[in-house]
């Protein structure tokens, strides 16, 4: 990766529709090299796919809540019970494993509060949870897509 690719890639993180002659002419390449580079950033996975960023409130799921799990059970067979069962849930966003005292975070978007208590009776109803705190986000601080490139490494 070199110092084009990292411009094509921040062009891109802020502007997935961008046209190749577009994104080239802003990083100063002709519009084949350009196309050749965001080619083999796709083969190679670095772009990974081009979605649309869609406002939440605009499509009446402005709530924000993080809920931490705690669990009991560390199984395979259970691990993978909880993963497809979130996976299922279109509210929830994001899912993590982690180390230290909260076993799985998930960040998920509902309308209101009573969309979040059905979505928790949903979580609970097909997986056994041994402890769950909820957390609202009262106000969106900061949000982005846009990864870092300065720690990517150059050839």
Known sequence: MDDYDKRILALLQQDASLSTAEIADRVGLSS??????I???????????RVALLDRKKLNVGVTVFIAVRTSRHGLEWFEQFHKALNDIPEV?????????IDYLIKAVVPDIAAYDALYKQMIS???LTEVTSMFAMEE??????IPLRYAPLR
Do not use: D, M, N
């Not at 966003?93 to 005292?101: I, K």
């Not at 601080?141 to 846009?146: A, D, N, R, V």
């Open 32 to 37: 084949t090299p350009c196309w050749r580079r």
């Open 39 to 49: 080619q083999r950033l796709e083969e190679q996975g670095v772009i990974s796919r």
């Open 93 to 101: 966003l994001e899912f993590y494993r982690l180390a230290g005292g």
């Open 126 to 128: 097909k997986v056994e």
């Open 141 to 146: 601080l900061k949000t982005t897509t846009e």
